[in-house]
């Protein structure tokens, strides 16, 4: 059974930083393609960054500079350092995994950044 948990959301200040780790049961990370998505209130839900089995990364044009997605094989982890955060960096944020045909989502982490 594939799982995936999402933690370290939470509320910031803007410009502050935050780390979101996205933990995976019964499916390697390193094989397959990882991203995190956030969806904001009353708007639908958007891709954020990715990391590819090669480690290849790739972001939304309103992250970058400021998000970096990293991979831990060691621990099957994926992270996303999120830092220089906005108000509109609020939203719940996502963790999947792609898997062939299938996609595989965590159950999200709230990050709310205050102004």
């Known amino acids: 059974q594939v799982k995936l948990v999402e933690s370290g959301g939470g509320l910031v200040q803007a410009g502050g930083s935050l780390k979101l780790s996205c933990a995976a049961s019964?499916?390697?990370?390193?094989?397959?393609?990882v991203g995190w998505y956030r969806q904001a209130p009353g708007k639908q839900r958007e891709f954020v960054a990715r990391?590819?089995?090669?480690?290849?990364?790739m972001y939304t044009d309103s992250v970058k500079g400021r998000f970096t997605i990293s991979r831990d094989n060691a621990k099957n982890a994926v992270y996303l350092q999120m830092n220089s955060l906005k108000p509109e960096d609020t939203a719940v944020y996502y963790c999947?995994?792609?898997?062939?045909?299938?996609?595989?989502w965590g159950q999200g982490t709230q990050v709310t950044v205050s102004s």
């Open positions: 990391i590819d089995r090669l480690g290849n990364t």
């Open positions: 999947k995994c792609d898997y062939g045909v299938l996609d595989y």
């Open positions: 019964g499916i390697i990370f390193s094989r397959n393609l």
